[in-house]
C-alpha cells in the first residue's frame, strides 16, 4: 500500500487541502507537496497571522500626521515589505493547490484582498489605498471560529430577509404616522416622509430618542406612547428576531460539522474494527498453518 501523507492544519485547524480537492495529496509532484507541506505548517500560518497583525497595527499608526511625519518612511518600507510576503505566500498556495485554491471561498478572499493592494494608488485609485486595511479581515480566514460565524450570517440571509421585510413595513407604518401627527409642529424631524424615516431610524437606535420625546411631548401629551410603542415593537422584538435568527444559523453549522466528525469517527471505527477481525483470523490461522508444516516437514522426513 503507498505510503499517504497526512496534510498539516491550515490556518489554525482545518486542511485546505481536504476542503478543496478531497483526497491525499500523494499525486502531487515532489516539489509541489513539499511547498503544500510548507504552506500548511503550523509555524508558516502562525507567522502569516503573525504579520497581519502587524500590518493592521502599521496601517492604524498612519493615521497619525506627527507619526508620519516622523517615521512615514519607514512605516511605508514595512508595509511594503509585509505586503511582499503575502504576495510570495498566495504565489505559494497557488501554486501547492492548483486550480483547486480558486473553489475554496476563503482563498479566494485572500487572493482578493492582497490584488486590491497591488493596484497603483494613484489619484484615480486613491481609493484604492484605504481599503489596504480590508488585509486585516484575513484574520477571519485564520480562524475556524471566525470562519463559522460569518458562516453562520451568511447561512442567515433567507431568515434575515424575511425580518428586514417586516421592519421596513413597519418603519413605513409609523413614519407615515409620525409625519401626520407630528409634521406640521416639528418638520426638522418629521416634515416628510424621508425625515421621519430618518428620525424613527435614529430612534430605533435609541440614540436620543428621549430628548424628541419631551420636546415633541410639550405640545402632544400622547407622543411618549407612540414613541414606546415603536421602540418595543422595533428595537426590542423586531431587532432581537435578528440575533436569534443569526445564532440558530450558527447552531445549525456547529451542528452539521459535529455530525460530518461523528460520521469520519464512525468510518474510522469500522475499519479498526474490520481489521481487528482481520488480525484476528490470521492470529488464529497462524498456529494451525504452523502445525500443518511441522506435520508435512515430519511426513517428509520419515524414510
Known sequence: MPHRSK??????????????????????????????????????TRSIIALIVVNAVLLGLETFP??????????????????????????????????????????????????????????????????????????????PQLRRVVAGLLGAVPGLGAIAAILVIVLYVF????????????????????????????????????????????THAYAWAFFIIYILIVTFTVLNLFIAVIVEAIQRIEKSEEQKSQAGFDALERKIDALSAKLDELARSSPRQAAMTERAGADESRP
Open 7 to 44: 496534510p498539516m492544519p491550515s490556518f489554525g485547524e482545518e486542511p485546505i487541502s481536504a476542503n478543496l480537492t478531497g483526497r491525499p495529496s500523494t499525486g502531487l509532484p515532489r516539489l509541489r507537496k513539499h511547498v503544500l507541506a510548507l504552506v500548511e505548517a503550523r509555524p508558516f
Open 175 to 218: 413614519a407615515v404616522m409620525a409625519a401626520k401627527l407630528f409634521g406640521a409642529q416639528y418638520p426638522q424631524w418629521f416634515g416628510d416622509l424621508f425625515s421621519s424615516l430618518f428620525t424613527l431610524f435614529q430612534i430605533m437606535t435609541l440614540e436620543g430618542w428621549a430628548i424628541i420625546a419631551r420636546e415633541i411631548g410639550q
Open 66 to 143: 506627527a507619526i508620519m511625519a516622523d517615521h512615514g518612511a519607514l512605516l511605508i518600507a514595512i508595509d511594503q515589505v509585509i505586503l511582499a510576503i503575502f504576495v510570495v505566500e498566495i504565489g505559494l498556495r497557488l501554486f501547492a493547490h492548483g486550480g483547486a485554491f480558486f473553489r475554496d471561498p476563503w482563498s479566494v478572499f485572500d487572493f482578493f484582498v492582497v490584488a486590491i493592494a497591488l493596484v497603483p494608488t494613484s489619484e484615480a485609485f486613491s481609493v484604492l489605498r484605504a481599503m489596504r486595511i480590508l488585509r486585516v479581515l484575513r484574520l477571519i480566514s485564520a480562524f
